[in-house]
């Protein structure tokens, strides 16, 4: 109870006086503080208690996902959760399809070597009933509850290209997965975000990106908080 009375609080705040609320987390002179539609959306998953960005990683994703809108190809989110940053997602992509990768059943199997302190069955309160009802309204989203890549087998053997990803899964052979099966789908000049890669409690996903970006000619770029950014290059 309490905390749902600060989460609504701190919403008011945000919608009614945003430039004194970011004033107060040393952020009046962002970028993010002339987005007021992005602001809107931030106080809404506030409120909500949902998502589990930092305020400067929810403007990095929702700003790399408008870059991104009116471009060819669909979106796609593989680490779900409860559905905040996918709420984010839909907001910005425009006319494009957003496809959502996750078991909806908790984290599966962890290896103690690679993965921190992460246990299967963690993130389990996220179910697919919840995440569908949280974003409904929003056209043109697709779910894929199961384990990954066996719940994108389908979506492999189609044509579909993603001209946005968003990689938010905190282990190294789901991270891995995630960009062994998306790289080769993301189209040229489309754009991949990791949660996490900069999170030195979270060692499995820097681990993988640095194992499988190696070679490759993309350049990886730090985008504040935790998060990695990099755009495919091709014709």
Not at 22 to 35: E, F, M, Q, S
Not at 78 to 93: D, E, N, P, Q, T
Not at 99 to 128: I, K, Q
């Amino acid at each position: 109870m309490a905390s749902t009375l600060r989460n609504r609080l701190l919403a008011g705040l945000i919608e009614r006086c945003p430039a004194l609320f970011l004033r107060l987390k040393g952020l009046a002179r962002h970028p993010l503080a002339t987005d007021r539609e992005f602001l809107r959306l931030h106080a809404r998953l506030v409120r909500d208690g949902e998502g589990m960005q930092l305020l400067s990683e929810r403007y990095n994703l929702w700003a790399t996902a408008r870059r991104a809108a009116g471009q060819p190809g669909a979106f796609a989110e593989f680490g779900v959760y409860r559905g905040g940053s996918a709420r984010i997602l839909g907001a910005a992509k425009g006319g494009a399809d957003l496809h959502l990768f996750d078991t909806f059943e908790g984290m599966p199997a962890v290896n103690p070597a690679t993965d921190g302190a992460f246990r299967a069955g963690d993130f389990a309160d996220g179910s697919l009933g919840q995440v569908q009802a949280y974003l409904a309204g929003i056209p043109g989203v697709f779910y894929h509850p199961g384990f990954f890549p066996a719940s994108a087998a389908e979506i492999g053997r189609s044509p579909l290209r993603f001209r946005f990803v968003h990689l938010d899964v905190d282990l190294y052979q789901s991270t891995l997965a995630g960009l062994e099966f998306f790289y080769p789908r993301l189209l040229p000049g489309g754009l991949l975000v990791a949660h996490d890669y900069g999170d030195p409690t979270v060692p499995g996903v820097r681990r993988a990106f640095d194992e499988y970006m190696r070679g490759r000619p993309e350049r990886m770029v730090a985008i504040g908080g935790t998060q990695v950014l990099f755009e495919k290059q091709g014709a």
